[in-house]
């Protein structure tokens, strides 16, 4: 999280506006993510938006990226709505539990690193 807030810093500083970042993650975290940023991050900083739920809540999750720095998904929902995700460059992707990506054959693997890794500025697991 200190990485994701001091690359917010230094962008902010040098008058950009970055693009947000993905932390992709089991579904079992997404809500822990979003607590842990509000946590130990300052207020503000870093806006998480818990990009999970039902196809249909996750629709109505879409239009309010713009007022979000950080996607909180699961790996399932990248999976599931790869075509809106992949439409974004991310500052970072950031890999929880990763080793989920671990063999290059798995439709998981196939789906996250093109959408997710390739569409990223940086990446950490």
Request: proline share 8%.
């Amino acid at each position: 999280m200190a990485v994701l807030a001091a690359a917010i810093v230094d962008q902010q500083a040098a008058g950009m506006t970055p693009p947000p970042t993905l932390i992709v993650c089991p579904p079992t975290l997404v809500s822990h993510w979003a607590h842990e940023i509000g946590k130990f991050v300052e207020e503000g900083l870093l806006q998480p938006l818990q990009y999970q739920g039902t196809p249909r809540e996750r629709l109505l999750l879409q239009p309010l990226l713009s007022q979000h720095n950080v996607v909180v998904a699961s790996y399932e929902s990248v999976k599931a709505d790869v075509h809106w995700l992949a439409q974004h460059t991310w500052l970072y992707c950031v890999l929880d539990e990763g080793h989920i990506i671990r063999n290059p054959k798995s439709k998981i693997t196939q789906v996250v690193v093109p959408c997710c890794v390739f569409r990223a500025c940086h990446w950490l697991m």
